[in-house]
């Protein structure tokens, strides 16, 4: 599966922004998602993710209660809605998907991954 990731962009404190990741094929529907961010000379980092029917989410604690994953199977997308953004949430953002069952939170057991979208958020 190949994924698309796109809606970064700059904002300041306290703005919104909504990450969308299309993925090609008829098998979307088969994998659970996630995201991922990057900031450079640091480690990729789990933000969230989403079982294949859009059951269960998980999200890291930071992005708790400001942080929205979802998807549309129809669409052959997901998507993370991000309010409230902070200047710590600047980095590359990141869509995969999982071919095992499970919210996974490791980038290792994801299997697939779009091309990345800068989130900037300034003070």
């Known amino acids: 599966v190949q994924l698309q990731a796109s809606g970064g962009g700059q904002v300041q404190a306290g703005g919104s922004l909504k990450l969308s990741c299309v993925a090609s094929?008829?098998?979307?529907?088969?994998?659970?998602m996630g995201w991922f961010r990057q900031v450079l000379g640091r480690e990729r980092e789990f933000v969230a993710a989403?079982?294949?029917?859009?059951?269960?989410?998980d999200y890291t604690d930071s992005v708790k209660g400001r942080f929205t994953i979802s998807r549309d199977n129809a669409r052959n997308t997901v998507y993370l809605q991000m309010n409230n953004l902070q200047p710590e949430d600047t980095a590359v953002y990141y869509c995969?998907?999982?071919?095992?069952?499970?919210?996974?939170?490791?980038?290792?057991?994801?299997?697939?991954w779009g091309q990345g979208t800068q989130v900037t958020v300034s003070s």
């Open positions: 995969a998907a999982d071919r095992r069952q499970g919210l996974h939170t490791r980038d290792y057991e994801y299997d697939y």
């Open positions: 094929g008829r098998t979307f529907r088969s994998y659970d």
């Open positions: 989403i079982r294949w029917n859009g059951g269960s989410t």
